[in-house]
């Protein structure tokens, strides 16, 4: 069983820039895919960021493109999610996912991830 949890989250204003990190019980999470996900009051909980189990590339939303870098550290056991340029419309939960059978392309799933954090509390301010 794998347990994550979420830290970082706070309120910010638009232009900003925030570091999530994703601590994980395990010592290592190689092999698994992850994923950042957000969500708000009456919407589908969405993909932001996502990387296969094989590590080899990194998958984003359009909408935060060019903006949100996923990252890990070496031994895979915490990652982060570099949000530049934050808007207000990035105001949500924040939630880390892992699984230990997802390639790249099902990474977009919310609903293929095994085990997910809590969720921090992300607030962008006009």
């Known amino acids: 069983q794998v347990q994550l949890q979420e830290s970082g989250g706070r309120l910010v204003q638009a232009g900003d820039s925030l570091t999530l990190s994703c601590a994980a019980s395990?010592?290592?999470?190689?092999?698994?895919?992850m994923g950042w996900l957000r969500q708000t009051p009456g919407k589908e909980r969405e993909v932001v960021a996502a990387?296969?189990?094989?590590?080899?590339?990194?998958w984003y939303a359009y909408s935060v493109r060019g903006r949100f870098t996923l990252s890990s550290d070496s031994a895979r056991k915490t990652m982060y999610l570099q949000m530049n340029s934050l808007k207000p419309e990035d105001t949500a939960i924040y939630y880390c996912?892992?699984?230990?059978?997802?390639?790249?392309?099902?990474?977009?799933?919310?609903?293929?991830?095994?085990?997910w954090g809590q969720g921090t509390q992300v607030t962008v301010s006009a």
């Open positions: 996912a892992a699984d230990p059978t997802l390639d790249t392309a099902a990474t977009v799933r919310p609903e293929f991830y095994d085990y």
């Open positions: 990387i296969g189990r094989t590590g080899v590339s990194t």
């Open positions: 395990t010592p290592t999470l190689y092999n698994y895919a």
